[in-house]
């Protein structure tokens, strides 16, 4: 089973948290899914058996770089400015990251 993160539970992961759920089974994928809401992050899971929801304040360094190491990739749904510490963990424990920004 693979592990994905997803940063960010807001309007733009709506999409691709559906998306990762439908295909999950098949693909094998269990999606965390973390938000400063954990409510926020629960309501996206839609009690999916392959999801789990989380609450990550990403300022809070311990937590975001223990759920990044036990992500197989990082999702980053944040706005840009907020990717960096995130990129730079995922550089640290080798793990692939994708973000939606351009």
Same mark, same amino acid.
């Given at each position: 089973?693979?592990?994905?993160?997803?940063?960010?539970?807001?309007? /733009?992961?709506?999409?691709?948290?559906?998306?990762?759920? +439908?295909k999950s089974? *098949?693909?094998?994928? $269990? =999606?965390? #899914?973390? &938000?400063? /809401?954990?409510?926020?992050?629960?309501?996206?899971?839609? +009690?999916?058996?392959? *999801?789990?929801?989380? $609450? =990550?304040? #990403?300022s &809070?360094?311990?937590?975001?770089?223990?759920?990044?190491?036990?992500?197989?990739?990082?999702?980053?749904?944040?706005?840009?400015?907020?990717?960096?510490?995130?990129?730079?963990?995922?550089?640290?424990?080798?793990?692939?990251?994708?973000t939606?920004?351009?």
């Amino acid at each position: 089973m693979r592990t994905i993160l997803i940063i960010g539970a807001g309007r /733009s992961a709506s999409s691709l948290i559906k998306y990762l759920l +439908n295909k999950s089974e *098949a693909e094998q994928l $269990q =999606l965390v #899914i973390a &938000d400063l /809401s954990f409510e926020l992050a629960k309501s996206k899971t839609n +009690n999916h058996p392959n *999801a789990t929801p989380i $609450q =990550l304040d #990403i300022s &809070d360094i311990e937590h975001r770089q223990k759920e990044i190491q036990k992500a197989t990739i990082v999702i980053s749904m944040l706005p840009a400015y907020l990717h960096i510490e995130i990129a730079k963990d995922c550089l640290q424990f080798k793990k692939h990251l994708v973000t939606a920004s351009y």
